[in-house]
């Protein structure tokens, strides 16, 4: 399956959807999640029958930490202000069973010597029987100590 799409100042081109698997929708800009928003009924499929029948899906968090003093308690990652758990650097989670819709990811209790590099927190859209991926990247920097 594929879809077109297309930017400002940008001629369109084409983008593979994945037929089955994982659906990655980690959103830097509003356009991203726009985009996504009108894009994943797509990839879902339209079923028969009423919505509140509709299978839950997941999202997977992945953490990527680079540089030097690591953070050596780890994150936290919080779902909606509601959802919370504890991941080490470099690792994933997966949180299961969440209806479909938009939510908001946001890693936290990061160190004072890192960064998160990238959006935080990120938007994500999870699809019946699919798992959404949302990442973060965080840079860690050597302290200067007395």
Known sequence: MSAWITRSGV?????????RGPVACS???TM??????????LVAGCGDGPLDNVNPGSIEVVISSHGEMLDPNGYQVVIDGLLTRSVE??????FGGLPPGIYSVHLTNVALNCIVIEENPVTVIVVSDKKTIGSFGVQCFATLGL
């Not at 991203?32 to 009924?41: E, I, R, S």
């Not at 650097?89 to 997966?94: A, G, K, Q, R």
């Open 27 to 29: 959103f830097r800009t």
């Open 32 to 41: 991203g999640a726009l985009f996504c928003a009108v894009l994943m009924p």
């Open 89 to 94: 650097i470099n690792s994933s989670t997966v």
């Open 11 to 19: 001629g369109p081109r084409a983008i593979a959807l994945p037929e």
